[in-house]
């Protein structure tokens, strides 16, 4: 007797579950079980007068219902992503005598891994990457610029790794090292200010590392809003730091204007230069038009500085094959290094001059729907260096998509453009590129 009033509680538990967590197919089961009282019975089924596939009390059907919720189109499951960038390139430098050369290859790249779980977020990691696989140098007074590299080991850094949120669909959190996107300049970004480096134009991957921090994000109809608390500085050189004097504030307010998009952002800290950026980009006679500009205050050592830069980009013909581009920037703190190798060096590329132009026009699918070719400039205007490249690139059926360029250093022996390759040099790289 007790055992049946225990079989009794039990598949009674098992209704109300299956009532509650699958609600759907509950519903569907009453139906058929409705369906089966009104015309039919099973003799096989003693006293009861139902089957077990339609006797709601039946364990074997509330296991199977609860499956069903579990696979359902409605149920939540968790869902993994696996990618990644890997770039593999050779590039040669040679005079215009060709009685010397410098030469290497290498491969670099990054890899991401990312699980998201519905109701409870996403956790990011990716690594970057590379790795020299040869370095030659045939005549070259120095081959100081190449290293000389490792080529028996491989660089293996952490890049990001954070965990994103939402509440209530409203707020979006990021916790963890990562990389802020500030700004719409494509060669040079003043207003991007947070990352620990600013990004190369001109390498097809990204392998810069993110910083440690807590990032915070409520968008509105037309408008963003962004805060980052950097938490970088409060462990460094093995000691701990009080976070009040070492967490740095850094905030975006972007809105939608009519064609344009204009941002408005801001770094602030105890030890730090605080500094206050504008960008604005969108269309305006037929051309994208963007710029970015930044103050910083005089603060402790540090003079007072400002930078901006100023970029178009436009379609020449209907079809949309020919692209003209340029961007200018010019910087306060920016000077001519000619000569001073140890300070070039130590320097960010393409951040040491006062002035800087790049010029390019872009021949999508010329001579073949295969083909992209680009035809560039770019000069370091305070120093008098710049380098000419005319570019190829192919994208054939089922094959990784490379890339050919040939390259023309000038205007001065060690100076900014010229200190790797040599002065009134040639260049020739190629580049494969595959993303999975």
């Given at each position: 007797m007790n055992r049946a009033i225990f079989q009794t509680i039990r598949r009674c538990t098992a209704t109300l579950i299956v009532m509650l967590a699958a609600a759907s197919a509950?519903?569907?089961?009453?139906?058929?079980?409705?369906?089966?009282?009104?015309?039919?019975?099973?003799?096989?089924?003693?006293?009861?007068?139902?089957?077990?596939?339609?006797?709601?009390?039946?364990?074997?059907?509330?296991?199977?219902?609860?499956?069903?919720?579990?696979?359902?189109?409605?149920?939540?499951?968790?869902?993994?992503?696996?990618?990644?960038?890997?770039?593999?390139?050779?590039?040669?430098?040679?005079?215009?005598?060709?009685?010397?050369?410098?030469?290497?290859?290498?491969?670099?790249?990054?890899?991401?891994?990312?699980v998201s779980v519905p109701d409870?977020?996403?956790?990011?990691?990716?690594?970057?990457?590379?790795?020299?696989?040869?370095?030659?140098?045939g005549g070259y007074a120095s081959a100081a610029p190449f290293g000389p590299?490792?080529?028996?080991?491989?660089?293996?850094?952490?890049?990001?790794?954070?965990?994103?949120?939402?509440?209530?669909?409203?707020?979006?959190?990021?916790?963890?090292?990562?990389?802020?996107?500030?700004?719409?300049?494509?060669?040079?970004?003043?207003?991007?200010?947070?990352?620990?480096?600013?990004?190369?134009?001109?390498?097809?991957?990204?392998?810069?590392?993110?910083?440690?921090?807590?990032?915070?994000?409520?968008?509105?109809?037309?408008?963003?809003?962004?805060?980052?608390?950097?938490?970088?500085?409060?462990?460094?050189?093995?000691?701990?730091?009080?976070?009040?004097?070492?967490?740095?504030?850094?905030?975006?307010?972007?809105?939608?204007?009519?064609?344009?998009?204009f941002g408005f952002s801001g770094l602030a800290g105890k030890e730090v230069q605080g500094r206050g950026g504008f960008d604005l980009s969108g269309r305006l006679l037929g051309s994208t038009l963007y710029g970015e500009a930044v103050y910083a205050p005089a603060y402790a050592s540090y003079a007072s500085s400002w930078s901006a830069s100023l970029g178009f980009e436009r379609t020449l013909d209907e079809l949309k094959r020919w692209t003209l581009s340029g961007e200018f920037y010019y910087q306060s703190n920016g000077g001519d290094y000619s000569g001073q190798t140890t300070v070039m060096e130590s320097l960010p590329p393409l951040y040491m001059g006062a002035y800087y132009a790049y010029g390019a026009i872009e021949a999508d699918k010329l001579g073949s729907s295969y083909l992209t070719t680009t035809l560039s400039v770019l000069s370091n205007l305070s120093d008098g260096s710049y380098t000419i490249k005319a570019r190829e690139d192919f994208a054939f059926p089922r094959s990784v998509p490379f890339s050919m360029s040939l390259s023309y250093y000038g205007g001065g022996a060690d100076k900014e453009l010229t200190l790797l390759s040599g002065n009134n040099s040639l260049g020739l790289s190629l580049q494969a590129l595959l993303q999975f």
């Open positions: 509950a519903t569907g089961q009453a139906a058929d079980q409705a369906q089966a009282g009104a015309g039919t019975a099973d003799t096989a089924s003693g006293a009861a007068g139902t089957s077990s596939d339609d006797n709601p009390f039946d364990i074997g059907g509330f296991d199977q219902s609860v499956q069903t919720s579990i696979n359902g189109p409605d149920s939540a499951k968790t869902e993994y992503l696996v990618g990644g960038s890997v770039l593999v390139e050779a590039q040669a430098y040679s005079p215009g005598s060709f009685d010397a050369y410098l030469a290497e290859s290498s491969t670099q790249g990054t890899v991401f891994a990312k409870y977020g996403s956790l990011y990691a990716s690594f970057a990457f590379s790795h020299p696989f040869f370095q030659g140098n590299a490792d080529l028996s080991t491989i660089s293996f850094s952490l890049a990001e790794l954070h965990y994103s949120f939402d509440i209530a669909k409203t707020l979006f959190v990021r916790i963890g090292d990562q990389l802020i996107a500030w700004g719409p300049s494509k060669i040079w970004t003043p207003v991007d200010f947070v990352n620990l480096e600013h990004s190369n134009p001109f390498q097809s991957v990204d392998t810069r590392l993110g910083k440690s921090g807590v990032r915070l994000h409520l968008p509105f109809s037309s408008s963003n809003v962004f805060l980052f608390a950097d938490l970088s500085q409060s462990v460094t050189g093995g000691v701990v730091h009080d976070l009040g004097s070492t967490t740095r504030a850094a905030a975006r307010y972007d809105i939608t204007l009519g064609d344009f998009e």
